[in-house]
């Protein structure tokens, strides 16, 4: 079974405070860190290239 990772810096998803939501374009799943969170890294879907905060 793949470990789910961080859509902006790839961190495993083990700890408490990450976040997973749907791509406002395509619905793809994205999945965030708590850190990446907290500083507000961006994001690139990896389907359709949408670019978030």
Request: charged share 20%; with cysteine.
């Amino acid at each position: 079974m793949a470990m789910e990772k961080c859509t902006s810096c790839n961190a495993p998803l083990a700890e408490g405070g990450a976040t997973k939501f749907a791509c406002p374009k395509c619905g793809n799943e994205i999945r965030r860190c708590p850190q990446c969170r907290e500083q507000s890294i961006g994001y690139t879907c990896t389907k359709c290239g949408f670019q978030g905060p």
